[in-house]
């Protein structure tokens, strides 16, 4: 199977059920989703993955969102979009690639972890704050945001 990673320019509305696997506030995901830079990922012409980037500070790009649709999963897509992110980046002359997850996202802490981001810090209360209803994965309720990030 081939796939294709392309930068998305129009009508960004088509990408917004995809960016809410990741990110379930769907006023939340609205608020970033004309900002920045929006990556999709097509297996053959169907639509698995997406991704999108914004600049953080100038010395700094930060995965705001990426997400597989759940039929493409486990196929090292994620690790495709994460790949176009730290080549995207360094292009565009950031320094430092940077991403913030829920503390009970815990295969999502491995796989940027296992990629070799590490800790920066921790938002505290981040999705009890700003989220309407409450999230709960792998048996714990999300509550902070855990930033982590890695050099370019």
Same mark, same amino acid.
């Given at each position: 199977?081939?796939?294709?990673?392309?930068?998305?320019?129009?009508?960004?509305?088509?990408? $917004?059920?995809?960016?809410?696997? =990741?990110?379930? !506030?769907? #006023?939340?995901?609205?608020? +970033?989703?004309? @900002?920045?830079?929006?990556?999709?990922?097509?297996?053959?012409?169907?639509?698995?993955?997406?991704?999108?980037?914004?600049?953080?500070?100038?010395?700094? $790009?930060?995965?705001?969102?990426? =997400?597989?649709? !759940?039929? #493409?999963?486990?196929?090292? +897509?994620?690790? @495709?979009?994460?790949?176009?992110?730290?080549?995207?980046?360094?292009?565009?002359?950031?320094?430092?690639?940077?991403?913030?997850?829920?503390?009970?996202? $815990?295969?999502?802490?491995?796989?940027?972890?296992?990629?070799?981001?590490?800790?920066?810090?921790?938002?505290?209360?981040?999705?009890?704050?700003?989220?309407?209803?409450?999230?709960?994965?792998?048996?714990?309720?999300?509550?902070?945001?855990?930033?982590?990030?890695?050099?370019?």
């Amino acid at each position: 199977m081939s796939t294709q990673i392309g930068l998305v320019e129009g009508n960004r509305e088509d990408y $917004l059920d995809l960016l809410m696997l =990741a990110d379930p !506030e769907e #006023a939340v995901v609205r608020a +970033y989703l004309d @900002q920045g830079w929006l990556f999709a990922l097509y297996e053959e012409a169907e639509l698995a993955g997406v991704m999108l980037l914004l600049e953080h500070d100038p010395q700094t $790009l930060e995965i705001k969102n990426i =997400a597989v649709s !759940e039929q #493409a999963q486990n196929k090292g +897509y994620g690790k @495709q979009l994460l790949a176009k992110a730290k080549s995207f980046g360094q292009k565009q002359g950031y320094h430092t690639l940077m991403v913030g997850t829920g503390n009970s996202s $815990l295969p999502v802490l491995f796989f940027y972890q296992k990629a070799g981001f590490r800790f920066r810090s921790v938002i505290r209360n981040f999705f009890i704050d700003n989220y309407k209803e409450p999230i709960f994965e792998n048996g714990l309720q999300c509550t902070e945001m855990l930033i982590l990030d890695q050099a370019l």
